[in-house]
């Protein structure tokens, strides 16, 4: 598992400067938030999400994690979860 100061720590000093957020999300159930970048490749580093997850008989959450591409974005890295409701969440940036 890469955690969040290992990211960093990989990407020190001068090379942190390099790093772009891009705000492009994309509308569906899976919701994605932000996307980070190399803007001198385009390479994308990490993506940070956020799921609806239905627990029985304890309603909905919402889980934050991040994946990054030295695992392929594979992995799940939970950053944190939140009670929602029992009623169903709306999709993201639905308006």
Avoid: C
Avoid at 10 to 38: A, M, W
Avoid at 44 to 67: C, M, N, Q, T
């Amino acid at each position: 598992i890469i955690s969040a100061r290992k990211f960093i720590k990989k990407y020190k000093g001068k090379d942190l400067y390099y790093i772009g957020i891009s705000e492009d999300v994309v509308s569906r159930n899976g919701e994605q938030i932000f996307t980070l970048y190399d803007i001198r490749s385009n390479e994308e580093l990490a993506r940070f999400d956020v799921s609806r997850i239905k627990r029985p008989k304890d309603g909905y959450w919402f889980s934050f994690h991040y994946h990054v591409a030295t695992d392929n974005f594979t992995e799940h890295h939970l950053i944190g979860e939140m009670f929602y409701d029992k009623n169903t969440p709306p999709k993201w940036m639905t308006h």
